[in-house]
């Protein structure tokens, strides 16, 4: 579902030509994380065992809080070093891990321990040497599509036909001019919010389905 969406934007914005059918990172992941989820949904109605339900349902879980929670701490990380080096000059090693380890612990609270050694794992990223102030992308288009898919739940009547038009659009206008098309704004908090909530709502749903389990 995920490359299939590569392949439906692309085709769709083709007509944009060359120049500005490509979209920007912050729109690029919208076609093909919008299939997952439709994906995932249809999924979840055809299956009959409660067990086979929570451990999909867990699994998209997992990957939301990976693709928003963990990657917003590394934009964090990666923020955190830039202004470290700008204010106290080179950097050692143990200092990259030292801020590594702050959002770290601010990611994970008490729910695991975090080890010595696992202080220099900010090296396995190649994204902080190779695209620095990428991460933070993969969060922006999760939220982008919980929010439109909270959209096409509430107002089904046309989302299709704007849904195509938005990715028709390819990268041709401003990420907020074309979300806008959709009667979306994501210069407010509100927006990202919605995708938020839909996230909450999924974790309180397997935590009610893990209680009938039981
Ligand atoms: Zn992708």
Redesign the pocket.
């Known amino acids: 579902a ?1 490359e299939l969406g ?1 392949g439906v934007h692309q085709y769709l914005s083709r007509q944009q030509g060359v120049l500005q059918s490509s979209t920007p990172l912050t729109t690029a ?1 919208t076609a ?1 994380v919008f299939g997952e989820m439709l994906v995932f949904q249809k999924l979840m109605k055809e299956l009959d065992d409660p067990k086979e339900k929570l451990a999909l349902l867990i699994g998209k879980i997992d990957d939301t809080i990976a693709t928003v929670f963990r990657q917003i701490s590394m934009n964090r990380f990666e923020h955190a070093m830039h202004t470290a080096r700008r204010e106290e000059g080179e950097l050692t090693t143990e200092r990259f891990s030292e801020l590594w380890m702050e959002q770290q612990k601010a990611l994970y609270g008490d729910s695991v321990s975090l080890t010595d050694e696992y202080g220099i794992w900010w090296s396995y990223i190649p994204h902080f040497l190779h695209t620095p102030g990428y991460v933070y992308a993969y969060a922006f288009g999760e939220l982008l599509v919980l929010a439109l898919y909270e959209e096409y739940t509430q107002r089904p009547d046309g989302f299709s036909d704007r849904y195509l038009e938005l990715l028709s659009a390819g990268g041709s206008e401003w990420p907020q001019d074309l979300v806008a098309k959709m009667g979306l704004d994501i210069t407010q908090p509100d927006f990202w919010n919605k995708g938020l909530s839909s996230f909450e709502r999924m974790v309180e749903e397997a935590e009610e389905m893990a209680r009938v389990i039981k």
């Open positions: 995920h590569h992941e093909s």
